[in-house]
């Protein structure tokens, strides 16, 4: 199907996935989503076979700078691993059918466990640049009104369009999470909190950042909720990961952030992001069973 035609069918995913299959001889049941300038992670695979989006067939391309727009399959933590390293937002002109669906690719490669990371600002102002909030739940701020992954994209072996979409983050990887960072010495860094997705590509007005805080939210960011309402739906199980790269000004006397700055703390924290995920990777069941929560 050509890139302007309305939406892919479930043949066309298979025909995105038939051709994965034949590139590389990875078959993973983890998938990481790799955040602005959170791409480091997909640079320690292992025996990496990459895929540059412009050689997969109907797929989008990156446009964000920090996103490089590849796959990357490989060995992390000893299993197999498929990393998005690049990807997509509303703002860059998708529609959500199409940001999340790399999604549905890795659900009919065989993805059981996806790990979603992004980089956020802090709206909980007991929150600090480079606290990295464990998602225990979101707001879709498009997915309120009128804009939904789900919306377009009708075929019901991806899951019935009304199905529940309640506990999108993983209680079992949410508990191990927490304790691989308590191992890893994180401690008072990592939280748990509410991520509020907005359109951007700006960033919002101190009006708008106020509002957010008093809905619930703990960190605003421009990605993240139709991949995992996705996920959900096609049955993946989810850990999200936000990096506070900066504090939502919520006082207009506040410096607004920039995505520049954004990259440059993502930097700084990249590594400890990394070895979070690397290592509760390298603590899920080898038979791909969900981590029970206690
Ligand atoms: O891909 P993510 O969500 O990490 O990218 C963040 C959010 C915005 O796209 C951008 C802000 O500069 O970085
Ligand atoms: N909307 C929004 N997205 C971000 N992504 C990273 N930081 C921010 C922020 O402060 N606001």
Redesign the pocket.
Known sequence: MAESEETLTYEDIQHISDFLLKTTKYRPKVAVICG?GLGGLADVVQEQDVIDYRDIPNFPQSTVQGHRGRLVFGHLAEKSVICMQGRFHQYEGYPLWKVAMPVRVFKMIGVETLFVT?????LNRNYNIGDIMIVKDHISMPGMTTDNPLKGFYDERFGKPSSPVTELYDRGLRELARRVAGDLGLGEAVREGVLVQ?G?PS??TVSVFNMLRRLGADC???SSAPEVTVARHCGIRVLGLSLV????PMESDLPP?NHQE?LQTAKTRAVDVQNLVCEMISQLPNNNDSVQPS
């Not at 790269?245 to 939502?248: G, K, L, N």
């Open positions: 602005s992004n980089a956020a600002g802090g907005v951007g960033f919002d605003v960011g421009m790269t900066d504090m939502a952030t954004i």
